[in-house]
């Protein structure tokens, strides 16, 4: 398995993102052409692809940012495909994702997950993210 940072859209990568996405979310499609490579170029966005036997099998976005109190981090979007999961894809994007914001300086690195994502969840907890006693609040502007 390898781990590395898109830093080109490539036809590879559209392909991935066709098949990823409907993984991920029924009410979203693929990014375009023009929308990955917004997210490839730009400097608080890192996207991690994993690619196992010579195919992308996942992704990953990790969201780098400076607020007053320090360097902090998002992960988002996280997608193993589904005939791949089962084999530490997703904790090795994870694990990945962490080692980079350590090397940005990063403070606290935060994800969200669905409770019905339970293995997820375990992943989550086994890497060493804490559940943590807060309220999510979204606006949804239309």
């Known amino acids: 398995m390898e781990i590395f940072e898109a830093k080109e859209v490539t036809e590879e990568l559209m392909e991935a993102f066709a098949c990823l996405v409907p993984q991920l979310s029924s ?3 693929a ?30 976005s990790l969201v780098v940012f400076r607020i007053p109190t ?18 530490g894809i997703g904790e090795a994007l994870t694990r990945a994702a962490i080692e ?6 990063v403070k606290t690195v935060d ?3 669905r409770p019905s994502r339970e293995a997820a969840n375990r992943l989550y907890q086994r890497v060493g993210f804490q559940l943590r006693q807060t309220n ?7």
């Open 27 to 29: 009410s979203n499609q």
């Open 111 to 113: 994800l969200t997950s």
């Open 100 to 105: 980079h914001a350590r090397g940005l300086g």
């Open 31 to 60: 990014p375009t052409r023009e929308q990955l490579q917004e997210i490839v170029n730009s400097p608080a966005v890192v996207l991690l692809m994993a690619r196992e036997e010579g195919k992308l099998v996942g992704s990953l």
């Open 136 to 142: 999510l609040y979204r606006y949804t502007i239309e």
């Open 70 to 87: 320090a360097m902090r981090a998002w992960i988002e979007d996280v997608v193993v495909d589904q005939g791949q999961r089962g084999k």
